[in-house]
């Protein structure tokens, strides 16, 4: 049986195909919107955020053999626990983590809270598209009032941005993907000025952000990918299946 850590589109595929190659998965997602990614395929899903003893027992409950995590890039926590359980049960980790966009990033940072102070300093409107998880740390910006939050239109989500402090014409509550076109709209009609993006890359939508951003002038912010030392690295995900016994 292959633990499948997921809730991304990639993960989505990636199901698919270790079914196609007759792999047994079990997949566990952090969200409810994860969970409804794979809800179509046949296989078992369990929607938790594990800590390290809940994998341990989801893998001595299924008899976990392999360990296949394609988390979001930013999910370190799960990442780290994730191979972690590898060494502890001595099972195979393998990784698939999306190629990363080549573009010039003047404004980049690898830290959210010196983001944040960069932040401070800038003029005009703010887009974020960092996702609600840490949308609480915007909450005490003098210039919230200029800064707009494209998110999903989930309860949880907008529930978040609202105890922020941030007010409903502040709260884009939106499903991707978005084209070029549609974020080129959004720039324009809130006259934002600065765009805050994660390096989600492709599948996230990264490359629609960013040419909009260029086409209009918008300056972009990016929050750099953490840094973890990955076991049996994939940008491929045939290469991924392929790897995997």
Known sequence: MILLAGGTKDSRIIADKLLKNNHKVVVTTATEYGGQLISHLDLEVRVAKLDLKGLKNLVDE????????????????IS????????????????????????????????????????????????????????????????????????????????KCENAGFRPSQILGLQGPFSKEFNEAIYKNYNIEYVVTKESGATGGELEKIEAAENLGVKVVVLKRPIVQYKNLYNNIDDLIGAIK
């Open 62 to 77: 299924m008899n976990i053999s392999c360990i296949v995590d394609a988390t979001h890039p930013y999910a370190i926590e």
């Open 80 to 159: 780290n626990n994730l191979l972690e359980l590898s060494t502890i049960m001595n099972i195979p980790y393998y990784r698939y983590e999306r190629n990363m966009l080549e573009y010039k990033k003047e404004n980049s940072f690898y830290d959210l809270e010196t983001l944040i102070n960069f932040l401070k300093e800038v003029k005009g409107n703010i887009l974020l598209t960092l996702g609600s998880n840490n949308i609480d740390k915007f909450k005490n910006l003098k210039n919230k009032n200029f800064i707009y939050v494209r998110i999903l239109p989930t309860e949880y989500a907008i529930k």
